[in-house]
């Protein structure tokens, strides 16, 4: 079973600061996806990252893949309210994804 | 921007009941499929289907469930018999060309409550 587990599970930090969120597994993964998902909403696709050590930057976030593909981090530079949300990583298995559990970042003005 | 349209967006219905949960995909999308969220819980793969057929599903998806798409724009899930256990927020989504790999178009949900 392809489990896949993110750290921390909570974290709550002051507008400004910056911050790293981490999805692991025991696991390869061909591919590896992140989302942000408020509530009553779905997931929204952030980034797809697909080789090992790939790094790829949207605006303050910054996404890495780790070199044997089995682990990935997300960071954030200077986090905005708007930034709050729940970030998921999801691992390909077969043609679709299994997903993390997830962690709840809220960023207070 | 597309989007993918979930009906309704809330349901409650009793215990034994079937319901249909609707979903009009991203209309050149050719991948769909519908996944669940228990209250607090993980987003959890239920079914893909492509080319009116089912590609894959979880072993959450059993007898009780099944997918249609009855016509060139909607793409249904529907519980036969509903158990309390099966109360969650469903996601419907598409996805295009590549499938999966290019990244899911989620829906907004519905969320179901059995009771």
């Known amino acids: 079973t392809q489990l896949l587990e993110q750290s921390p599970q909570f974290l709550s930090i002051q507008e400004g600061e910056n911050l790293t969120v981490y999805c692991n597994s025991s696991?390869?993964?061909?591919?590896l996806q992140w989302y942000r998902q408020e509530p009553g909403e779905g997931p929204v696709l952030l980034v797809t990252?697909?080789?090992?050590?790939e790094v790829k930057k949207l605006k303050r976030l910054t996404f890495q893949f780790g070199d044997a593909r089995k682990d990935s981090s997300l960071h954030i530079t200077a986090a905005q309210p708007g930034d709050t949300g729940l970030y998921l990583c999801?691992?390909?298995?077969?043609?679709?994804?299994?997903f993390g559990p997830g962690t709840r970042l809220s960023v207070l003005p | 921007e597309p989007e993918v349209t979930q009906t309704p967006s809330h349901q409650v219905t009793q215990m034994g009941q079937e319901v249909i949960l609707r979903c009009v995909p991203i209309s050149n999308h050719l991948y769909f499929y519908w996944y669940r969220q228990i209250l607090g819980q993980k987003v959890e793969f239920l079914v893909s289907?492509?080319?009116?057929?089912?590609?894959?599903k979880s072993e959450i998806f059993d007898d009780q469930f099944s997918v249609e798409r009855p016509d060139g724009s909607n793409f249904t899930l529907k519980i036969r018999s509903t158990k309390l256990e099966d109360s969650a927020m469903y996601f419907c989504?598409?996805?295009?060309?590549?499938?999966?790999?290019?990244?899911?178009?989620f829906g907004s949900g519905t969320r179901l409550t059995v009771v």
């Open positions: 999801a691992g390909a298995r077969g043609q679709n994804f299994v």
């Open positions: 990252v697909v080789t090992g050590g």
């Open positions: 989504a598409s996805s295009g060309t590549g499938g999966a790999y290019n990244g899911y178009t």
């Open positions: 289907f492509y080319n009116n057929e089912i590609s894959e």
């Open positions: 696991s390869v993964f061909s591919s």
